[in-house]
Protein backbone atom coordinates (compact mmCIF):
# COMPACT_ATOMS: atom_id res chain seq x y z
CA UNK A 1 0.00 0.00 0.00
CA UNK A 2 2.43 2.64 -1.13
CA UNK A 3 -0.20 5.35 -3.11
CA UNK A 4 -2.34 8.23 -1.79
CA UNK A 5 -5.64 6.11 -1.67
CA UNK A 6 -3.40 3.68 0.72
CA UNK A 7 -2.04 6.67 2.99
CA UNK A 8 -5.43 8.16 3.25
CA UNK A 9 -6.56 4.97 4.60
CA UNK A 10 -4.14 4.20 7.06
CA UNK A 11 -4.68 8.19 8.20
CA UNK A 12 -8.22 7.01 8.60
CA UNK A 13 -9.72 9.43 6.05
CA UNK A 14 -12.15 8.58 2.99
CA UNK A 15 -10.37 6.85 0.62
CA UNK A 16 -10.93 4.78 -2.86
CA UNK A 17 -10.43 1.36 -2.75
CA UNK A 18 -10.79 0.09 -6.72
CA UNK A 19 -7.53 2.38 -7.78
CA UNK A 20 -5.29 -0.10 -9.58
CA UNK A 21 -2.18 -0.17 -7.00
CA UNK A 22 -5.09 -1.12 -3.73
CA UNK A 23 -7.08 -4.01 -6.23
CA UNK A 24 -3.73 -5.30 -7.04
CA UNK A 25 -2.58 -4.93 -3.14
CA UNK A 26 -5.45 -6.70 -2.36
CA UNK A 27 -5.07 -9.59 -5.11
CA UNK A 28 -1.37 -10.45 -3.49
CA UNK A 29 -2.73 -10.71 0.00
CA UNK A 30 -5.48 -12.87 -1.67
CA UNK A 31 -2.91 -14.95 -3.80
CA UNK A 32 -0.77 -15.19 -0.53
CA UNK A 33 -3.55 -16.33 1.55
CA UNK A 34 -5.14 -18.95 -1.03
CA UNK A 35 -1.55 -20.67 -1.02
CA UNK A 36 -1.26 -20.57 2.77
CA UNK A 37 -4.70 -22.32 3.54
CA UNK A 38 -3.71 -24.58 0.94
CA UNK A 39 -0.58 -25.58 2.35
CA UNK A 40 -1.73 -28.83 3.84
CA UNK A 41 0.63 -31.04 5.80
CA UNK A 42 3.31 -28.96 6.20
CA UNK A 43 5.88 -28.14 8.75
CA UNK A 44 5.90 -24.89 11.01
CA UNK A 45 8.42 -23.09 9.37
CA UNK A 46 6.88 -23.44 6.00
CA UNK A 47 3.51 -21.74 7.67
CA UNK A 48 5.56 -19.23 9.18
CA UNK A 49 7.31 -18.89 5.86
CA UNK A 50 3.72 -18.54 4.30
CA UNK A 51 2.57 -15.92 7.12
CA UNK A 52 5.13 -13.73 5.99
CA UNK A 53 4.12 -13.33 2.72
CA UNK A 54 0.99 -12.76 3.74
CA UNK A 55 2.08 -10.10 6.16
CA UNK A 56 4.20 -8.89 3.56
CA UNK A 57 6.72 -6.66 5.94
CA UNK A 58 9.34 -8.56 6.92
CA UNK A 59 12.13 -10.01 4.47
CA UNK A 60 14.63 -10.69 6.73
CA UNK A 61 15.79 -14.22 6.60
CA UNK A 62 14.64 -16.88 9.43
CA UNK A 63 17.01 -18.61 11.39
CA UNK A 64 18.71 -21.21 10.27
CA UNK A 65 17.01 -24.41 9.40
CA UNK A 66 17.58 -26.87 12.11
CA UNK A 67 17.59 -31.09 10.84
CA UNK A 68 15.14 -32.02 14.32
CA UNK A 69 11.64 -30.79 13.87
CA UNK A 70 10.78 -30.10 17.56
CA UNK A 71 14.35 -28.16 17.90
CA UNK A 72 13.31 -25.99 14.53
CA UNK A 73 10.17 -25.42 16.37
CA UNK A 74 11.16 -23.82 19.24
CA UNK A 75 13.58 -22.22 17.06
CA UNK A 76 10.45 -20.30 15.75
CA UNK A 77 8.34 -20.43 18.62
CA UNK A 78 8.06 -16.64 18.71
CA UNK A 79 6.56 -16.51 15.22
CA UNK A 80 2.36 -16.07 15.30
CA UNK A 81 0.71 -19.40 15.81
CA UNK A 82 -1.59 -19.75 12.75
CA UNK A 83 -4.41 -22.53 11.99
CA UNK A 84 -5.55 -22.18 8.21
CA UNK A 85 -7.82 -21.01 6.72
CA UNK A 86 -7.39 -17.51 7.30
CA UNK A 87 -7.97 -14.19 5.47
CA UNK A 88 -6.65 -10.55 5.23
CA UNK A 89 -7.65 -8.06 2.77
CA UNK A 90 -3.86 -6.55 2.65
CA UNK A 91 -2.04 -8.15 4.65
CA UNK A 92 0.92 -5.49 5.16
CA UNK A 93 -1.43 -3.62 7.86
CA UNK A 94 -1.51 -6.40 10.17
CA UNK A 95 1.10 -6.83 13.02
CA UNK A 96 1.22 -9.75 15.35
CA UNK A 97 3.10 -10.04 18.32
CA UNK A 98 5.20 -12.77 19.85
CA UNK A 99 3.53 -15.79 20.37
CA UNK A 100 0.42 -15.13 18.87
CA UNK A 101 -2.52 -17.77 18.62
CA UNK A 102 -5.29 -17.49 15.84
CA UNK A 103 -7.76 -20.26 15.13
CA UNK A 104 -9.18 -20.74 11.96
CA UNK A 105 -11.67 -19.25 10.00
CA UNK A 106 -9.94 -15.98 11.24
CA UNK A 107 -10.87 -13.13 8.85
CA UNK A 108 -9.30 -9.61 9.25
CA UNK A 109 -10.06 -6.23 6.96
CA UNK A 110 -7.08 -4.80 7.44
CA UNK A 111 -8.15 -1.32 5.64
CA UNK A 112 -6.41 0.55 8.99
CA UNK A 113 -3.95 -0.79 11.27
CA UNK A 114 -4.66 -4.15 12.62
CA UNK A 115 -2.47 -5.04 15.99
CA UNK A 116 -2.30 -8.45 18.47
CA UNK A 117 -0.21 -8.17 21.18
CA UNK A 118 1.76 -10.68 22.23
CA UNK A 119 0.29 -14.39 23.84
CA UNK A 120 -3.35 -13.44 22.95
CA UNK A 121 -5.63 -16.00 21.38
CA UNK A 122 -8.33 -16.07 19.30
CA UNK A 123 -10.71 -18.31 18.77
CA UNK A 124 -12.31 -19.44 15.89
CA UNK A 125 -14.73 -17.37 13.31
CA UNK A 126 -12.99 -14.28 14.71
CA UNK A 127 -13.51 -11.31 12.29
CA UNK A 128 -11.51 -7.76 13.16
CA UNK A 129 -13.14 -5.12 10.94
CA UNK A 130 -11.20 -1.97 10.70
CA UNK A 131 -12.47 -1.22 7.63
CA UNK A 132 -15.55 0.87 7.27
CA UNK A 133 -18.18 2.69 4.94
CA UNK A 134 -19.70 5.59 4.81
CA UNK A 135 -23.98 5.39 5.93
CA UNK A 136 -25.26 8.08 3.34
CA UNK A 137 -25.58 5.70 0.06
CA UNK A 138 -25.12 8.80 -1.97
CA UNK A 139 -21.60 9.38 -0.50
CA UNK A 140 -20.97 5.66 -0.59
CA UNK A 141 -22.05 4.64 -4.10
CA UNK A 142 -21.10 1.04 -4.46
CA UNK A 143 -17.50 0.24 -5.81
CA UNK A 144 -17.44 3.86 -7.30
CA UNK A 145 -17.59 5.37 -3.57
CA UNK A 146 -14.99 6.46 -0.96
CA UNK A 147 -14.62 4.40 2.04
CA UNK A 148 -12.57 4.70 5.10
CA UNK A 149 -11.27 2.92 8.30
CA UNK A 150 -10.38 3.07 12.01
CA UNK A 151 -7.34 1.59 13.47
CA UNK A 152 -7.96 -1.83 15.97
CA UNK A 153 -5.81 -2.69 18.22
CA UNK A 154 -5.70 -6.05 21.32
CA UNK A 155 -3.34 -5.98 23.94
CA UNK A 156 -1.25 -8.40 24.97
CA UNK A 157 -2.54 -11.49 27.07
CA UNK A 158 -5.86 -11.48 25.24
CA UNK A 159 -8.20 -13.98 24.82
CA UNK A 160 -11.19 -13.99 22.33
CA UNK A 161 -13.49 -16.47 22.32
CA UNK A 162 -14.76 -17.86 19.53
CA UNK A 163 -17.35 -15.83 17.12
CA UNK A 164 -16.04 -12.38 18.18
CA UNK A 165 -16.49 -9.38 16.09
CA UNK A 166 -14.46 -6.21 16.42
CA UNK A 167 -15.57 -2.95 15.19
CA UNK A 168 -13.44 -0.45 13.37
CA UNK A 169 -11.71 1.42 15.75
CA UNK A 170 -11.88 -0.45 19.05
CA UNK A 171 -9.37 -1.21 21.59
CA UNK A 172 -9.12 -4.33 24.16
CA UNK A 173 -7.00 -3.63 26.80
CA UNK A 174 -4.01 -5.64 28.23
CA UNK A 175 -5.20 -9.28 29.77
CA UNK A 176 -9.13 -8.66 29.27
CA UNK A 177 -11.55 -11.73 27.53
CA UNK A 178 -14.38 -11.22 25.08
CA UNK A 179 -16.30 -13.66 25.50
CA UNK A 180 -17.39 -16.17 22.75
CA UNK A 181 -20.18 -14.19 19.95
CA UNK A 182 -19.55 -10.86 20.92
CA UNK A 183 -20.04 -7.93 19.26
CA UNK A 184 -17.25 -5.72 20.05
CA UNK A 185 -18.04 -1.90 19.43
CA UNK A 186 -16.24 0.17 22.37
CA UNK A 187 -13.51 0.00 24.30
CA UNK A 188 -12.77 -2.90 26.82
CA UNK A 189 -10.26 -1.37 29.74
CA UNK A 190 -7.53 -4.22 30.64
CA UNK A 191 -7.94 -6.85 32.88
CA UNK A 192 -12.05 -6.86 32.26
CA UNK A 193 -14.56 -9.76 30.72
CA UNK A 194 -16.80 -8.47 27.93
CA UNK A 195 -19.35 -10.58 26.15
CA UNK A 196 -22.52 -10.33 24.35
CA UNK A 197 -23.79 -7.67 21.79
CA UNK A 198 -22.89 -5.21 21.72
CA UNK A 199 -20.15 -6.53 24.08
CA UNK A 200 -20.77 -4.76 27.85
CA UNK A 201 -17.90 -5.47 30.37
CA UNK A 202 -19.26 -8.43 32.72
CA UNK A 203 -16.37 -8.03 35.38
CA UNK A 204 -13.01 -6.99 36.48
CA UNK A 205 -10.43 -9.77 36.53
CA UNK A 206 -8.43 -10.14 39.15
CA UNK A 207 -4.97 -10.83 37.72
CA UNK A 208 -1.65 -12.89 39.45
CA UNK A 209 0.51 -11.37 36.84
CA UNK A 210 3.73 -9.99 38.58
CA UNK A 211 2.97 -5.81 38.30
CA UNK A 212 6.18 -5.43 35.93
CA UNK A 213 4.56 -7.60 33.79
CA UNK A 214 1.64 -5.47 33.80
CA UNK A 215 2.60 -3.55 31.14
CA UNK A 216 2.39 -3.27 27.25
CA UNK A 217 5.34 -2.75 25.07
CA UNK A 218 5.56 0.46 23.10
CA UNK A 219 7.63 1.15 20.26
CA UNK A 220 10.06 4.65 21.88
CA UNK A 221 11.50 7.36 20.05
CA UNK A 222 13.76 8.49 22.94
CA UNK A 223 15.35 11.70 22.88
CA UNK A 224 19.11 10.82 24.82
CA UNK A 225 22.19 12.92 24.74
CA UNK A 226 23.48 11.41 22.03
CA UNK A 227 20.66 11.89 20.16
CA UNK A 228 17.27 9.60 19.13
CA UNK A 229 17.72 6.05 19.67
CA UNK A 230 14.52 3.93 18.71
CA UNK A 231 13.53 1.27 21.11
CA UNK A 232 10.85 -0.31 22.62
CA UNK A 233 9.40 0.26 26.11
CA UNK A 234 7.71 -1.34 28.73
CA UNK A 235 4.92 0.97 29.50
CA UNK A 236 2.08 0.15 32.54
CA UNK A 237 -0.81 -0.68 30.81
CA UNK A 238 -3.33 1.71 32.98
CA UNK A 239 -1.24 4.83 32.17
CA UNK A 240 -1.13 4.06 27.95
CA UNK A 241 -4.76 3.32 28.98
CA UNK A 242 -5.72 6.44 30.75
CA UNK A 243 -3.61 8.57 28.06
CA UNK A 244 -5.38 6.68 24.98
CA UNK A 245 -1.96 5.30 23.98
CA UNK A 246 -2.10 2.67 21.66
CA UNK A 247 0.43 0.29 21.33
CA UNK A 248 1.39 0.84 17.81
CA UNK A 249 1.92 4.20 18.63
CA UNK A 250 5.62 5.89 18.02
CA UNK A 251 6.10 7.79 21.11
CA UNK A 252 8.42 10.58 21.10
CA UNK A 253 9.95 11.22 24.67
CA UNK A 254 12.42 11.73 26.67
CA UNK A 255 14.75 9.13 28.73
CA UNK A 256 13.69 9.70 32.13
CA UNK A 257 10.13 8.55 31.20
CA UNK A 258 11.06 4.87 30.34
CA UNK A 259 12.27 1.93 31.71
CA UNK A 260 13.85 0.39 28.46
CA UNK A 261 14.14 -3.02 27.57
CA UNK A 262 17.32 -5.06 26.17
CA UNK A 263 15.27 -6.50 23.42
CA UNK A 264 15.54 -4.02 20.55
CA UNK A 265 14.78 -6.32 17.43
CA UNK A 266 11.81 -3.70 16.48
CA UNK A 267 9.65 -7.05 16.62
CA UNK A 268 6.26 -6.12 17.09
CA UNK A 269 5.17 -7.26 20.66
C1 LIG B 1 -17.03 -15.22 28.90
C2 LIG B 1 -16.70 -16.61 29.38
C3 LIG B 1 -15.18 -16.76 29.39
C4 LIG B 1 -17.24 -16.91 30.77
O1 LIG B 1 -16.92 -15.98 31.69
P1 LIG B 1 -17.45 -16.16 33.19
O2 LIG B 1 -16.92 -15.02 33.94
O3 LIG B 1 -17.10 -17.52 33.67
O4 LIG B 1 -19.02 -15.99 33.01
P2 LIG B 1 -20.21 -16.87 33.59
O5 LIG B 1 -20.24 -18.18 32.90
O6 LIG B 1 -20.14 -16.84 35.08
O7 LIG B 1 -21.44 -16.02 33.09
C5 LIG B 1 -21.77 -14.79 33.70
C6 LIG B 1 -22.96 -14.20 32.93
O8 LIG B 1 -22.51 -13.83 31.62
C7 LIG B 1 -23.25 -14.50 30.61
N1 LIG B 1 -22.32 -14.89 29.55
C8 LIG B 1 -21.23 -15.68 29.66
N2 LIG B 1 -20.62 -15.79 28.49
C9 LIG B 1 -21.36 -15.08 27.60
C10 LIG B 1 -21.22 -14.83 26.24
N3 LIG B 1 -20.21 -15.35 25.53
N4 LIG B 1 -22.14 -14.04 25.64
C11 LIG B 1 -23.15 -13.51 26.36
N5 LIG B 1 -23.33 -13.72 27.67
C12 LIG B 1 -22.44 -14.50 28.28
C13 LIG B 1 -23.83 -15.72 31.31
O9 LIG B 1 -25.01 -16.15 30.66
C14 LIG B 1 -24.09 -15.18 32.68
O10 LIG B 1 -25.27 -14.40 32.65
P3 LIG B 1 -26.36 -14.52 33.85
O11 LIG B 1 -25.62 -14.05 35.07
O12 LIG B 1 -27.45 -13.61 33.40
O13 LIG B 1 -26.72 -15.95 33.91
C15 LIG B 1 -17.36 -17.70 28.54
O14 LIG B 1 -18.77 -17.66 28.70
C16 LIG B 1 -17.04 -17.64 27.07
O15 LIG B 1 -17.68 -16.93 26.29
N6 LIG B 1 -16.00 -18.43 26.69
C17 LIG B 1 -15.55 -18.52 25.35
C18 LIG B 1 -15.37 -19.99 24.97
C19 LIG B 1 -14.93 -20.13 23.57
O16 LIG B 1 -15.27 -19.33 22.72
N7 LIG B 1 -14.13 -21.13 23.28
C20 LIG B 1 -13.62 -21.33 21.95
C21 LIG B 1 -12.19 -21.66 21.95
S1 LIG B 1 -11.16 -20.23 22.26
Known amino acids: MTSTEAEKA ?14 AARRRCKYACDRFNKAGEVSRRRLVELWRDINGIDDAPLADHLSDPQEDDELLKDYPWIEPPIRVDYGTNVRLGK ?7 MVIVDTCLVTIGARTLVGPNCSIYSGTHPLDPALRNGTAGPELGKEVHIEEDCWLGGNVVLCPGVRVGK ?7 SVVTNDIPPFHVAVGNPARILRR ?3 SLDPSQRTTDVFVSVEGGKGVVEAIAAVDSQLLWRKKIVPAAILRVSRKHFRLRADKSGSPT
Do not use: K
Open 175 to 181: GSTVGAG
Open 10 to 23: LQGELFHAFVPDLV
Open 99 to 105: GVFLNYN
Open 205 to 207: IET
